[in-house]
Structure formats: C-alpha cells, structure tokens
C-alpha cells in the first residue's frame, strides 16, 4: 500500500495550522517547522500551478519560476488528476 499523508499527526499539524490567524503567523510558524527551502519548495509549486491554470506553458512556467520540468509536470499531474485543491483555493483567492 502507498504512502498516504492522512494519519493522526498530520491531522493534528493541519488542525495547528487552521488556527493561525494571519500571514505573519504564517510565516513565524513555518520559519520554526520547516527549513526555507522547503517553503520555498511548497511556494513554487503553488506558483507553477497558478501559470499553468492561467495556461502559461511549461517554458514560461520554468523561466518565471525556475521549477524544473519535472516539478511542473508533477504539479500539472495533479491538476488534472489530484483532489482540485489547487482549483479550490485559487478560486478561492479569486473571490478575495
């Protein structure tokens, strides 16, 4: 069976991140769990989804984000075939 991310302690992560209550507290509070490169990794890739749902190719996505083609091609695999959290949350920001 694969990996999955839903157990008990990344509920509970998920739960302390819901109860940040602006981008401050963003960023003290993933300063402290994760290293800057991974944030930027998480980043970058939400960039890359950003271009490619507003049909930017994958040559501008890499030049405007510097993600290599593999990252883009993972992030476009799951717009087209993960949960449509990223279609969620930028319509979401939309609205904003």
């Keep these: 069976m694969g990996k999955t991310i839903r157990n008990d302690s990344v ?3 998920f739960e302390a991140i819901l109860t940040l209550e602006n ?7 993933f300063e402290d769990v994760c290293t800057v490169n ?4 998480i980043a970058q890739r ?3 989804a950003r271009m490619l749902k507003e049909k930017h190719t994958y040559i ?3 030049e405007k984000t510097g993600a290599s083609t593999a990252t883009i091609s993972r992030v476009n695999r ?4 993960g949960n ?6 930028l319509e979401r920001m939309k609205k904003k």
Aim: charged share 30%; hydrophobic share 45%; proline share 0%.
């Design 38 to 41: 991974e944030v930027l990794s």
């Design 84 to 89: 449509d959290s990223y279609d969620m949350v």
């Design 46 to 48: 939400f960039s890359v």
């Design 78 to 81: 799951s717009l087209n075939y």
């Design 11 to 13: 509920k509970e992560l």
């Design 60 to 62: 501008e996505v890499a």
């Design 23 to 29: 981008v401050d507290e963003c960023f003290d509070f």
